[in-house]
Each structure stands twice: as C-alpha cells, then as structure tokens.
Nanobody, 124 residues
Framework: VQLQASGGGLVQAGGSLRLSCAAS????????MGWIRQAPGKEREFVAV????????YYADSVKGRFIISRDNAKNTVYLQMNSLRPEDTAVYYC??????????????????WGQGTLVTVSS
C-alpha cells in the first residue's frame, strides 16, 4: 500500500482545511487508517483514527469536536476535515495505515505504512 497525502496549506485561525490521503492497492479496506502530526521540535502525536469499515473513530482530546475523520473504501481514500483551526494545530500531518487500530492510536514506530506528510500552517 502506498499513501499519498494532500490538502495542506496556510489558513488563518478559525478556518478550515480538508486533508485527503489516497491509497494504492486493493487491500485498503483491510487497514485501519489514521492521521498523525508532528509540530516543529515536537514528537509525533496521534490525531485521529478510523476503523476498517469506517464505523468507529477515535480522536485526540486536543482535536475532539473540531476534526472529523472519514474514509471512502470505494475510492481508497481517508479524509480529515479540520475546523476551527488553531495555531497549535500547525504541523506536518501524516496519514498512516495499520492492521491494528490501537497501533495508530499509540503511534508505534512500526506502523505498516506511512504517507509522505502534508504541511498545515495556521496563522494567528
């Protein structure tokens, strides 16, 4: 599986962005999909994850109520709708795939697949 993230950019605080992550391969629906971010000088942190079917989602407390993760298995794509953005959301956002949803939540170093990252910058 290869992952290609897109949709990052510069936005003012309070604005919105939608990230997309397109996956190649026919096994997309067998993987949990998630978003992980890394701010300058900080460790990578979990943002959101969606189960294989899309029926279950989990969020970091810092984005709960503002971000929505979803997936379209017919299009092999996972999305992250980001609303009410804050300067502290500034980071490189990576999409990730793993057979284990829990592994994405805890951001293990051995996740099955990573995308290349897309930069989100939120100005105050």
């Amino acid at each position: 599986v290869q992952l290609q993230a897109s949709g990052g950019g510069l936005v003012q605080a309070g604005g919105s962005l939608r990230l997309s992550c397109a996956a190649s391969g026919r096994t997309f629906s067998t993987y949990a999909m998630g978003w992980i971010r890394q701010a300058p000088g900080k460790e990578r942190e979990f943002v959101a994850v969606v189960s294989r079917s899309g029926g279950s989602t989990y969020y970091a407390d810092s984005v709960k109520g503002r971000f929505i993760i979803s997936r379209d298995n017919a299009k092999n794509t996972v999305y992250l709708q980001m609303n009410s953005l804050r300067p502290e959301d500034t980071a490189v956002y990576y999409c990730a795939a793993d057979l284990s949803l829990h592994s994405i939540v805890v951001v293990t170093t051995t996740l099955d697949y990573w995308g290349q990252g897309t930069l989100v910058t939120v100005s105050s």
